[in-house]
């Protein structure tokens, strides 16, 4: 498993002084860009070559949220590449080698000149030794959403949404969505499906949905079709039994 080590800062906190979510796949994001990064594979070999790797799926299980000032591990592993496609972990580690987060991911790999799936090239498959994926529950990559989802107010993409590809960045479509949870919902795992991508000035609809302990977040463009949809299931110790839901951010 390609690692760095850090400590989590309070940049990085929310008000109780513990990791955020956002701040959580940022690690995990970075430790996948520092190793691609490493074996010169990173994103000025993919622009060389007009490629480009798009996130399909995260599913994020928490088992807990680190502290400030705690020193950590960040780990990923690529464990399998099939035509177009990368399957990928992520860990975070405390001192004593405990798991504190695994992550799946699913990624595709596109030409940024037709925006068509391409096949990986020998070279990144040469270059990403596969490993042994992590032990944890696989969750089906297809999010079911609950009837009677209540629609938001629209968004509009601004500048900060967007990364080095010129699109919604997938934290920031996490983010987006986690404005709809109730205050102090205790997600212990977090699923997102990316079907569209999302661009600058692009007006996005938020529905949320509601089933048992899980909030199902859709952010659809104005067609109705949806760009991305988030799952977020909160911790079955101290979980609502019935979870609220906000139509609107911050309610």
């Not at 690529?78 to 992550?103: S, T, V």
């Not at 089906?140 to 959403?145: A, H, L």
């Not at 967007?162 to 987006?176: A, P, Y």
């Not at 986690?178 to 007006?203: G, S």
Request: charged share 25%; net charge negative.
């Amino acid at each position: 498993m390609y690692t760095f080590e850090s400590r989590i800062r309070y940049s990085e906190t929310d008000s109780d002084g513990e990791l955020t979510m956002a701040s959580l796949i940022n690690y995990f994001q970075d430790c996948s860009t520092f190793q691609s990064e490493d074996l010169g594979l990173g994103v000025e070999c993919l622009k060389k070559e007009h490629l480009v790797w798009v996130l399909s799926s995260w599913q994020i299980v928490v088992e807990r949220y680190p502290r400030l000032c705690e020193r950590v591990t960040v780990g990923t592993l690529p464990y399998d590449m099939k035509g177009f496609l990368g399957y990928r972990n992520f860990a975070m580690l405390d001192e004593a080698g405990n798991y504190i987060a695994k992550a799946n991911t699913l990624w595709s790999l596109l030409n940024t000149d037709t925006g068509k799936p391409s096949m990986i090239p020998e070279k990144m498959v040469d270059g990403y030794r596969l490993e042994e994926k992590l032990e944890m529950e696989y969750a089906p990559r297809k999010i079911v959403i609950p009837a009677g989802s209540v629609t938001g107010e629209a968004l509009v993409v601004k500048k900060h949404h967007l990364d080095t590809n010129h699109h919604v960045n997938n934290q920031q479509f996490i983010q987006m969505a986690m404005e709809y949870l109730p205050d102090a919902f205790p997600i212990r795992q977090i699923r997102a499906e990316y079907k569209k991508q999302a661009f600058l000035d692009d007006v996005l609809i938020p529905a949320v949905a509601k089933e048992g302990n899980r909030i199902v977040v859709t952010l659809g463009d104005e067609a109705g079709k949806p760009c991305t949809i988030v799952e977020f299931t909160a911790k079955a110790e101290g979980a609502p039994r019935e979870v609220p839901v906000c139509p609107e951010p911050g309610t």
